[in-house]
């Protein structure tokens, strides 16, 4: 299973950026997903998380201007970004659930290859 993140890029204060994440390879379902962002010099944290029926959970820091969703169809979740700041600079990474046929659960992530999102003031 592979994810590949992607959407970020360079935006002003107040700007918007939607990132992405496909899933893809071998398994049956996707059960959670979730972006996580890691800035300088700090560690990492959980910025949104949507379940396979669609429920959501966010950071206190981006409620109400974060939105994740997903396409199941596509296997790709989104996180649309609205009124960026600064502080929301950072690599985004995203991550999955998987299901396998045989019934297995696993996690997979794209540590180490997040997309990155720069916000200037």
């Known amino acids: 299973v592979q994810l590949q993140a992607s959407g970020g890029g360079l935006v002003q204060a107040g700007g918007s950026l939607r990132l992405s994440c496909a899933a893809s390879g071998s398994f049956s379902s996707i059960n959670g997903m979730g972006w996580y962002r890691q800035a300088p010099g700090k560690q990492r944290e959980l910025v949104a998380t949507i379940t396979s029926g669609s429920s959501t959970n966010y950071a206190d820091s981006v409620k109400g201007r974060f939105t994740i969703s997903r396409d199941n169809a596509k296997n790709t979740v989104y996180l649309q970004m609205n009124s960026l700041k600064p502080e929301d600079t950072g690599v985004y990474y995203c991550?999955?659930?998987?299901?396998?046929?045989?019934?297995?659960?696993?996690?997979?992530?794209?540590w180490g290859q997040g997309t990155q999102v720069t916000v200037s003031s």
């Open positions: 991550n999955a659930v998987v299901v396998k046929s045989s019934g297995r659960i696993y996690e997979y992530a794209t």
